[in-house]
């Protein structure tokens, strides 16, 4: 049966013509050739977000982090994957992470392809819908694929972590959704903002609003940060918009130093907004609120006088209020 099936996937790859442009494709670069020498991340997403493919467990004693125990049908999707390689000898599969209702897999085209990047990865849905069906009764993936082009400095070593680390990240989240959700109509004084992030940090008993003159030099800079941070190593949380060089100095500093800071923002969350990178690590351990007097906006603006003065009130208030 298996040989069978490895058959019917060998005459998909043979017979198939090449994805036309606009066909299963999600987000493609504009101009990119996907015949081309390059390193892809790729993103599946099971139909209806069904979590088929893995149970999601907690660290243990073999486990340091929260991992995925794949199902029989993850066993088979993770076969399926491995299968590439025989079918494409131009491509070195690289590292792959399932998780309960998706799948990501970062792959290295080693030299041109005569065919396209979509006709290898409609190829293997392909064997993956096949096995699907079998053990389910219906196709597996939804329609599409998300790709990653990967040729920034540093970009694979961070997308193979990012693939690691994504069970510890559902494992906090499903256990700290509420560092993760935001939180509208907050009022905050005679202020109504959004916020995001561990919003108990209003209550700690000692806030500091930073604010440095835009006129400070480098020394006095300095001085600053040293001085904000004898303050937040004592407990304080440090509020700031992050406005002047100083500011940002003094933010980025305790941010790095694992210190509880709340940052105002000029442009509010959007509805799909959710945190990433060190925002996401911050939030995760409960050191980071993220505070939006004003509405999501998608354009590029330019802070204005009469932002930065309310920002910077809406800081002062923030600091003074009572736990």
């Known amino acids: ?18 994805l036309q442009p606009n066909w299963s494709m999600k987000r493609r670069k504009a101009g990119h050739d996907y015949r081309s020498r390059c390193i892809y991340m790729i993103t599946l997403v099971v139909e209806d977000r069904k979590p088929v493919l893995g149970e999601l467990c907690a660290h243990d004693d073999k486990h340091p982090q929260a991992w995925v125990h794949p199902s029989e049908l993850g066993r088979r999707i993770l076969d399926c994957w491995r299968e590439i390689r025989d079918h494409y000898p131009q491509i070195r599969l690289m590292a792959v992470q399932l998780m309960p209702d998706h799948m990501h897999g970062v792959m290295f085209v080693k030299e041109p392809m005569p065919q396209h990047l979509g006709r290898v990865i409609n190829g293997f849905k392909y064997g993956c819908n096949q096995v699907s ?8 993936w939804e329609e599409g694929y998300h790709d990653r082009i990967l040729y920034g ?54 806030k500091i609003a930073v604010k440095c003159s835009r006129s400070l030099s480098e020394d006095d800079i300095r001085k600053e940060v040293n001085r904000y941070m004898s303050q937040a190593a004592r407990g304080a ?31 509010g969350f959007s509805s799909m907004w959710k945190p990433g990178g060190i925002q996401f690590d911050a939030c995760a351990q409960g050191r980071l609120l993220l505070v939006a007097p004003w509405s999501h906006h998608n354009d590029r603006r330019v802070i204005t006088r009469e932002q930065c003065n309310q920002l910077n009130d809406l800081a002062a208030s923030i600091a003074a209020m009572e736990s």
Not at 134 to 140: A, V
Not at 185 to 205: K, M, Q, T, W
Not at 245 to 265: C, H, N, Q, S
Request: charged share 30%.
């Open 153 to 206: 400095k540093g970009q694979l070593v961070t997308m193979v972590r990012y693939l690691h680390d994504n069970p510890q990240r559902l494992w906090i989240k499903r256990h700290r959704p509420e560092f993760f959700r935001v939180q509208q109509e907050v009022s905050i004084g005679d202020r109504v903002v959004s916020i995001a992030g561990n919003r108990f940090l209003l209550d700690y008993p000692i």
């Open 133 to 140: 069906r079998e053990m389910l009764g219906y196709p597996l």
């Open 237 to 267: 949380v440090l509020v700031s918009p992050c406005i002047s060089p100083g500011e940002k100095a003094v933010m980025r500093t305790a941010f790095d130093a694992g210190m509880k800071t709340i940052v105002l923002l000029e442009n």
């Open 1 to 18: 049966m298996e040989d069978n099936r490895n058959e019917q996937r060998r005459q998909w790859f043979e017979k198939h013509p090449d």
